[in-house]
């Protein structure tokens, strides 16, 4: 737990260093945040702030992973090996949240970014590619149930719920990276959690990966904090959410992420009761606007008071989820 510890405190340093110059960078090719008209009034405010800050993620994340893990490429140790699956995870989903960042501040559809087709079509692309190498090359195809001694063998039934946990977290962080400190402050504490699980199974590199990770968003929130002057983009987003349903389908606990990250649980369904009762009803809402943090915002709620309170909820959710781990 020490390595893992003083490898966070590294990830966080090697990536605040470079937070103003690449803030810096991302203003002098006018990489600004496209604020879409149809939100709350108040995020108008934000129009031009930098994004794709999940570079300063990304690149201290991978670096040093990599770096530490280069003995394994060559095949010396199986747990070495594994956590290459959750950089790889990391990269491609990066990348495709980076097309989706480009197209929306410099491309033709400016303001949208790929269409939902497009960007749901490269997600489940990746996610079966992950699944098949999960189940076929690291041989984990089970689940973990709490006060269950044994964990249950799911055989071919693993790969489509694997491919749903890793799609299915990957768009609920999106979703939540809509105010300043939320989505990078719940991913961290998520992290945290996975990376305590890990460590208690004996999967150093997996812990070391994750407090890794928790290091380097914690960067990201020094310049992210209200009021953010680098936002994190869907390069960021979408790569932090399938990272974190691959570390926990790798810890087996994959069944306990809706209560370690409830509060991405309750954005992405807010969503999806609001389409559903818009259609059922016939242009009826449900919430005054989804996701939810937008309901609080209008709601009167300060954008500050939404993220701590959202903070607060999600370490307890955190707390539990590592106690019924230890179950």
Partial sequence: ?????????????????????????????????VIRIEGPERHQTKMGTPTMGGLMILLPVLTITIV????????????GRSV????????????????????GVRGPRRGLGLTAKQKMAGQLVLALIIALVLMFRLDIHSIALPT?????????WYIPIAMFIIVGSSNAINLTDGLDGLAGSLASVSFASYGVIAYLQGQVWLAAFCFTVVGAIMAFLWFNAYPADLFMGDL???????????????????????????????????????????KLTGGKRLFKMTPIHHHFELLGWE????????WLIGTLC????????LL
Wanted: overall charge negative; hydrophobic content about 55%.
């Fill in 148 to 156: 269950v001694p044994q964990k249950i063998d799911l055989s071919y």
């Fill in 68 to 79: 530490l893990n280069l003995a394994n490429l060559w095949g010396m140790t199986l747990i």
């Fill in 84 to 103: 290459l699956v959750p950089v790889f995870t990391m990269a491609t989903y990066g990348l495709l949240g980076a097309v989706d960042d480009w197209e």
């Fill in 236 to 278: 960021g987003s979408l790569s932090l959410g399938a990272t974190l349903g691959v570390v926990a389908l790798m810890t087996g606990q994959w069944v306990l992420l809706p209560v370690i990250a409830l509060p991405f649980v309750a954005e992405a369904v807010s969503v999806m009761l609001q389409v559903g009762y818009f």
């Fill in 303 to 310: 954008e500050t008071q939404i993220t701590q309170r959202f």
């Fill in 318 to 325: 955190a707390m539990l989820g590592v106690a019924l781990a």
């Fill in 1 to 33: 737990m020490a390595y893992s510890l003083t490898l966070g405190t590294i990830s966080f340093f090697l990536a605040v260093i470079w937070g103003d110059p690449l803030i810096h960078l991302l203003k002098e090719y006018h990489i600004g945040k």
